[in-house]
């Protein structure tokens, strides 16, 4: 498996780990162009890929006039549920929120992830995830 940054030809990988019904007007406008929604606001969105296929992704971008990383999208492909897959899609995140001096990751209120798995990836109570500090 590798991770690596998604791009426009994802798009349709991506939409179809989120859900079968998606309001591309509306609550999933981000997922229209992923690039624009993401990476020209200095987010980010990774997907991993196993054999050519996309079998998750992740999504994130800061928040505004803070120094938070704002977690808003994270899905898995079902037959890759339980192998660690979102665990090392949150760890990248954390690289790079550590290297771009984020204080914290917090999981959105629209984050379509229960509880339990955030807590499972190091997420607090609160939902906030510290941020793994690069060395020097």
Same mark, same amino acid.
């Given at each position: 498996?590798?991770?690596?940054?998604?791009?426009?030809?994802?798009?349709?990988?991506?939409?179809?780990?989120?859900?079968e019904s998606?309001?591309?007007?509306?609550?999933?406008?981000?997922?229209?162009?992923?690039?624009?929604?993401?990476?020209?606001?200095?987010?980010?969105?990774?997907?991993?890929?196993?054999?050519?296929?996309?079998?998750?992704? *992740? +999504? /994130? =971008?800061?928040?505004?006039? #803070?120094?938070? !990383?704002? %977690?808003?999208?994270?899905?898995?492909?079902?037959?890759?549920?339980?192998?660690g897959v979102?665990?090392?899609?949150?760890?990248?995140?954390?690289?790079?929120?550590?290297?771009?001096?984020?204080?914290?990751? *917090? +999981? /959105? =209120?629209?984050?379509?992830? #229960?509880r339990p !798995?955030? %807590?499972?990836?190091?997420?607090?109570?609160?939902?906030?995830?510290?941020?793994?500090?690069?060395?020097?």
């Amino acid at each position: 498996m590798q991770i690596r940054a998604g791009n426009r030809q994802d798009e349709t990988a991506i939409r179809a780990l989120v859900s079968e019904s998606l309001d591309l007007e509306g609550k999933d406008r981000d997922l229209r162009n992923i690039e624009s929604s993401y990476f020209w606001f200095d987010g980010l969105c990774l997907v991993a890929e196993k054999d050519g296929e996309i079998i998750g992704f *992740v +999504a /994130a =971008r800061p928040r505004e006039q #803070e120094e938070i !990383l704002e %977690l808003s999208r994270l899905a898995v492909a079902p037959s890759y549920m339980e192998q660690g897959v979102a665990a090392k899609l949150v760890d990248r995140v954390n690289f790079f929120a550590g290297n771009m001096d984020y204080e914290k990751i *917090v +999981a /959105a =209120r629209s984050l379509a992830v #229960e509880r339990p !798995l955030l %807590l499972k990836l190091g997420f607090t109570d609160n939902l906030e995830l510290p941020v793994k500090k690069k060395d020097g």
